[in-house]
């Protein structure tokens, strides 16, 4: 014997002492009485081979018993509790251990009949192998086989699955050693194992790969132990080898470790197309040589309704390619790249999955003419480029809706899908699936709560003639895009506008669906003309009552946990500033040389607190062209520095009053340029503009009947030098409609002030504190019409509360014309009568 044949033969991996060679091996003879004994036998029940040898089984397996032959004993079991099974096996020191027990029956060269005895300690195996296939293989009915040779390695026993395994048949095999019978260098080192395992006395176990006798095919794996049996005295008498087919085994245990990556490598994103292109690349190599995952075209965003399995009868969904990979560089196989849309011809297994929802498997796909790949010439031309040879597509479902499919494509590896790898697919797509429905919620959401965003904060703000604006907004819940910040201006009447800015406690969805809540409470304030500090009083009511709502619904959780304003009305006419805060930090006023001031602007409690101290304002008379700097806390709360630092840091970035607003904002966002924000940074910038002298005209008129007159005819004169004529009958009904009111509710003198800016504002003052009211006059009422001729003659009216009285006002659009305003150098039309 060669004693170097074993190193010319190349080996698998020694399979682990944890699985074959952890299974004692004996032999028992038709009456039942032990005949070989093996060293791992001796480990496992503590009895020694002259302890057992030539006494019954019974000594160790108690439930064999009275049986009266071992075949009896294993046609018992079978009747008892299924073969194979697990069974009671004795230790020398009377502890009783749950063991798996596999029987085997042996032919031996006299004609006798030997029975092998594998018995498996299933509490000590390790738990990989306890919870791993290798239990499947001792525990089930996987055929082993099994011969027996004596010290010249001469076969003396083997049973009917050594036959399967190797193509011998046992009248050949009996009586010769493995190399006459099975000629080669793989018998050659097949046998000095032997030689080392009689020498040694122990247990080893090797793995081997073959061709089956009636199979075609790939080589299958074999792990193969080989026992050295032991006689009464102890001593060698023979190898006992037992081999058992593990290729299904190892194609579970590749199966396996594709399973197990799919928790670290699929899921890692909440993005659509991501999660596709993870599931693309676990696939390959690992199942196939070429993958693509296609979703249909409204998944990735979050849009569109789902797309529900149905009849052929119905459009097909629209696809969109989502992921790609290949076991060669650039994926040539595909017809599509990612993001591209893909064609579905009809009556291909394409559309058959999509319509039916169930997979398809193609094991060898066939190109033949007159088959659904004649009517697909662009994938027919890349089948036939790259060999394609077997495919499968499987649908990916979401919540009983299609998301799209993956496709699973073999080229180079020859060996055609079978059932066991669709099935693979399927639990492949479906973990995907649930990774891709999470990032299609998400999605939604995102979608969602970029569109709750959108129709929170101003589409375009409009400063009229009072103000130049620009805004930036940077959310610190930068995945969803939302947070509690927003900012808003509002046109009022007699050309003033109102600038907000506002912080809701929290970030996302939540403080963004409470921002909302705010925002048109405060929009609806303003329509009231209430001073700041008036309208912040009623809005920290309306917080309050937010709060107090959220309190009665325990078991939802809380949308509203305070807020903070500034509220501030800028007055063209006079270049006035009326601002007060609720908890809000104040605004940076930059004059035109760029000069930066941060007013002392009284801070109140914040909204929603119900400490019921009073609001206080403050006014400023500002320059025309200043500059007002509106912000949440999040743009000087900055990491690492106090707010005293933010705000110097606000203010060096605004003092370049001759840069555009758009540049200045920019200038502003820098710090977050390159960090993530800690807060949501909310920014507002305006620049002030003053209407000229010219542009406005005021009258003191009488308390008595000649006032309509008077003011009838005074609008008559302003109008025809500003050149608007066309609106002269409806204004001087307008105004006098609201001169008489005023005549008749008022006491003191009464004032008409005419605004030309954008629209044609007329507004009358007067004493009565009294808010006026539009009501419907029955037909024999001889008064009540004034107010609904005034709604009907203007495009709106209303009214505000001012010291002393009140002004009610009306606007007017202006029609179109060509020629200019009239100049700034022009006389200042204000006049007393």
Known sequence: MNTN??????FSDQMSSSEMSESAIALFDEPGTVVAWTQAAERLVGHSADDVVGRP???????????????????????ENGWPGTSAVLHRDGRLLAAGLRMSKVRTIEGTTRWLASVTDIGTLSREVVNGPVRAVLLTRAPIGVTVRDMDLRCIGVNDAMQAHDGIPPSHRLGRRLPDVLPGVKAEALEEVMWQVLKSGTTKVHEYRTWLPTSVGPEHPFAVSFSCLQGADGQPSGVCVTSVDVTERRQARERLAILNQVGTRLGRTLDVMQTSQELADLAVPLLADFVAVDLEQWVPFGEGPAVRFGPSGERLPVLRRAGLASIHQGVPESAWMRGQPVTLPPDSPFSAVLDTGRPHLEPILDTAPGTWTSHDHLRTHKIHEHGMHSV???????RRALLGMAVFVRTKDPVPFQEADLLLAEELVSRAAVSLDNA?????????????????????????SAVETASRYLPADIDHGVGGDWFDVIPLSGARVALVVGDVVGHG?????TMGRLRTAVRTLADMDLPPEELLTHLDDTVQRLVEEDAEAPDQASTVAGATCLYAVYDPVTRRCTMASAGHPPPAVVDPSGHVTFPALPTGAPLGVGLGTPMEAVELELPERSLLA???????ECRGQD?????????????????SLEELCTRAMEPFSDQAASDDVTLLLVRTRALAPSQVASWTLPSDNTAAHRARKLTAGQLAEWGVEGVEDA?????????????????????????????????????????PRHRRAHIDDERGRGLFLVSQLSRRWGYRPTPGGKIVWAEQSLPPRGTALPSEDQPEATTAA
């Open 5 to 10: 044949s074993s190193s010319r033969v190349t």
């Open 57 to 79: 089984a019974a000594l160790v397996l108690p439930s064999f018993g009275e049986t009266p032959t071992t075949s009896a004993f294993v046609e018992r079991c079978r009747a």
């Open 392 to 398: 499968m597509v499987v649908p990916i479902r979401g």
């Open 440 to 464: 299609l919620r998400y999605a939604r959401e995102h979608t969602a709560a970029l569109a709750l965003q959108r129709n929170l904060l101003p589409h375009r703000l409009r400063g009229g």
């Open 509 to 513: 969805i939540n403080a963004a669906a």
């Open 630 to 636: 509106l912000y949440t806390d999040g743009l000087i």
């Open 643 to 659: 707010i005293d630092d933010g705000m110097r840091r606000l203010g060096a970035a605004l003092t370049r009053p001759y840069q």
């Open 731 to 771: 204004t001087k009904l307008i105004v006098s409609e609201l001169v008489t009111n005023a005549v008749r509710h008022g006491s003191g003198p009464i004032q008409l002030r005419l605004i030309r800016h954008q629209v044609l504002s007329c507004e009358v003052f007067d004493t009565d504190g009294c808010s």
